[in-house]
């Protein structure tokens, strides 16, 4: 298995993952629906920064830094921190083909490190209070879950952070 950053060329592959998750979630709730602005910037890097998974030429799983603010400024505020030097870790997933192999923890490993290169303080992450794997993994990390709140969507989060 390759753990690597994603670049333009692997847009099709990403799509096609997300297709699959969404196609099999378990729980609709588990996932949130992804925006248009956000999906327009999945490549920009300023903005985006995606890890994957492959397993030879397949991307098999994949979890993104979220730098700007329009992406997780509603899930700061609830724990009254400032927006500065935060990313967001989300839009994690796995195929359910390779689930139960920790290659989400081996992703979001590799996100905390770039983290740390670009300075940041803390990282957040929002999960379903029900997603259970996710939960554990991202707990495994490190991450400490601060609050629960309803997303102005009307999706339940739990906040975790980790700090850098």
């Known amino acids: 298995m390759i753990i690597r950053k994603l670049t333009d060329s692997d847009s099709e592959a990403l799509f096609s993952l997300i297709d699959d998750i969404e196609s099999t979630l378990v729980s609709r709730d588990f996932w949130l ?3 248009d602005t956000s999906r327009e910037h999945y490549f920009d890097p300023s903005w985006t920064e995606f890890y994957g998974a492959f397993d030879g030429d397949r991307l098999v799983g994949a979890s993104a830094l979220f ?7 509603e899930s700061v505020g609830q724990i009254n921190e400032s927006t500065d030097g935060v990313a967001e870790v989300g839009r994690s997933m796995v195929h359910p083909d390779y689930r139960g192999q920790n290659l989400l923890a081996t992703i979001n490993k590799e996100l905390i490190v770039a983290a740390k290169e670009k300075g940041l303080r803390f990282l957040l992450a929002t999960i379903h209070p029900d997603n259970a794997p996710s939960q554990t993994s991202f707990r495994k990390l490190g991450f400490v879950k601060r609050t629960t709140y309803f997303k102005s969507d009307g999706f339940v989060r739990d ?3 980790y700090d850098l």
């Open 67 to 73: 730098y700007n603010p329009f992406e997780f400024g």
């Open 159 to 161: 906040v975790y952070t």
């Open 33 to 35: 629906p992804i925006k």
